[in-house]
């Protein structure tokens, strides 16, 4: 399967604790996007890569999330300090170079915080 | 900030129905595309369009940029049980950062009982 990996796919953890979330995206994409979305709504942006740069980070992103992909390939997406409100799920997408809005979709992780 | 209206909110189908359900906004959009969610997973990309007034088709389905740029159409023609789903409308807004897409709240399409 060539698409979009995301691991894990459901992660359950205490209010507190921190969480990292691995995207893969498909292998010529030089772009890479996270979208959180939570029950009964669309996506919402949270930040994109070009390569191993960062461009734009969406006001939901408050300082306890952090986004990186190192090498231009696979991404992270760490949370510190988990809250209850953080419960989503969690999705990254990719897209070739210049055809950004075709955005392709991994299949998301569930993240529960108790 | 940008608002995207889909309609309806939720639908009920008879195999063999066609589909339409719409998409509007108050900004003009450059952009615009059509994903299809099932349960525990991510969109998948059904469509997408680049110019007012284009029509697209993939397989039975159809989609419309609008020409006024604010909105956009779905139909789905001789429905199947396996279109049943969440269809979501997105778009790149005119002025928008690129890549920073823009979604719907959704339409859910269920089977008639």
């Known amino acids: 399967d060539t698409g979009v990996s995301q691991n894990p796919r459901h992660k359950i953890t205490k209010r507190g604790q921190n969480v990292t979330f691995r995207c893969d995206p498909i292998s010529e994409h030089n772009r890479l996007y996270w979208y959180r979305q939570t029950l009964g709504q669309g996506p919402e942006f949270l930040t994109y890569f070009q390569n191993e740069a960062q461009l734009e980070k969406s006001r939901l992103l408050s300082d306890r999330f952090s986004a990186e992909r190192p090498k231009g390939s696979f991404s992270t997406l760490e949370i510190q300090r988990t809250e209850q409100g953080d419960s989503a799920m969690y999705l990254c997408a990719s897209s070739l170079p210049g055809q950004v809005y075709e955005q392709y979709f991994g299949p998301g992780t569930r993240l529960t915080v108790t | 900030g940008q608002q995207l209206n889909q309609s309806p909110q939720s639908m009920f189908i008879q195999e063999g129905e066609d589909v339409s359900m719409n998409c509007t906004s108050s900004?003009?959009?450059?952009?615009w595309l059509w994903y299809k969610q099932d349960p525990g997973e991510g969109p998948v990309l059904l469509i997408a369009l680049y110019k007012a007034g284009e029509l697209t088709s993939n397989g039975r389905l159809t989609a419309q940029f609008g020409i006024t740029r604010k909105d956009s159409f779905l139909n789905i023609s001789a429905s199947i049980p396996s279109d049943v789903g969440i269809y979501f409308c997105?778009?790149?807004?005119?002025?928008?950062?690129?890549?920073?897409?823009?979604f719907g709240k959704g339409t859910k399409l269920s089977v008639k009982p």
């Open positions: 997105a778009g790149q807004v005119y002025g928008g950062s690129q890549g920073n897409l823009i």
């Open positions: 900004s003009i959009f450059n952009t």
